[in-house]
């Protein structure tokens, strides 16, 4: 078995529209790299099927406008002009009151291509455990949609419970609202051990490499053992990483996932079923 040829749904990616692109025009980072054009083109190379493409509740990052609106057109449009490809989830912007949040994102949800709903608490700036996210779950819920959670506490809190997107408030948030599945974006980065139990999906972006970098390849599939295989999901956080460029991650994710123990069932059931039964693709 080999991850470049197996079938794959990556949960968690990053695109720009073109009028960001623009905007940005003469600046070099790795969201330069952030085109559906060339994301496509490595799609087809790793046999990525379909990829999520995920918002940054920070309006500025996916819209020339800096609205949340605007982000929503732009991914509705990014998923159209490659039907098939991707599918999104919805943004919050929390300058706006979070009844207003709620009604954008049910507006959202008039387009087929949003399939579910992302907070990231590091950009936000609001603990994920805060009220304002009550109205989002309570509308996850009665939408019968997942909501992704950015949790990967920055390296100067690293280990830090108080972190904004700390896997404590996850844990405390999902308590209030037992009905709505969560997605742990980054497996909980390295306060991971807070992440083990939860009734959750967990997301391999972004970590996959640094927990090999910080703890070695054995410990690392150790550690990914001390999950659910049917709750694991392939996902890269393509172009961003903290330790890969950008044309380096799917073939370093296929790499580092060769060399787990996972066997073929388990293999198939993260790089593809446990997401297409979440997202009933």
């Known amino acids: 078995m080999d991850w470049r040829q197996l079938r794959k749904i990556d949960a968690h990616v990053h695109l ?13 980072n790795e969201f330069s790299a952030a085109t559906a054009e060339g994301h496509t083109e490595w799609m087809e190379r790793f ?10 509740n920070d309006p500025s990052l996916l819209s020339a406008g800096s609205t949340v609106t605007a982000v929503h057109e732009n991914l509705r449009q990014l998923c159209e002009r490659y039907p098939g490809k991707y599918i999104a989830f919805a943004d919050i912007d929390v300058r706006n009151p979070p009844k207003e949040s709620c009604a954008e994102i049910r507006r959202a949800f ?3 291509c949003f399939r579910g709903i992302k907070i990231h608490p590091g950009n936000t700036e609001l603990n994920l455990d ?5 109205y989002i779950f309570d509308l996850a819920e009665e939408l019968n949609v997942p909501v992704a959670i950015h949790s990967y506490p920055s390296s100067q809190r690293k280990y830090d419970s108080g972190d904004p997107c700390a896997p404590a408030r996850i844990s405390n948030l999902m308590r209030r609202h037992p ?3 969560a997605i742990v974006c980054h497996l909980g980065g390295f306060q991971w051990r807070d992440c083990v139990g939860l009734d959750a999906y967990f997301d391999l972006s972004s970590i996959l490499p640094d ?10 599939n150790r550690i990914l053992r001390r999950f659910d295989v049917n709750r694991l999901l392939f996902a890269t956080d393509w172009p961003c990483s903290r330790s890969l460029e950008p044309n380096a991650i799917l073939e370093q994710y296929c790499a580092l996932l060769n ?4 066997s073929e069932e388990e293999a198939k059931q993260i790089a593809y079923r446990n997401i297409a039964s979440l997202l009933a693709l």
């Open 16 to 28: 720009l529209p073109e009028e960001v692109h623009r905007a940005n025009a003469g600046v070099e």
């Open 47 to 56: 046999q990525v099927e379909k990829a999520i493409l995920m918002p940054f």
């Open 110 to 112: 008039q387009s087929s």
């Open 130 to 134: 805060d009220v304002y996210n009550d």
């Open 179 to 181: 009905g709505v599945q």
């Open 211 to 220: 927990f090999v970098k910080e703890y070695g390849l054995k410990e690392a």
């Open 259 to 262: 060399a787990l123990d996972f």
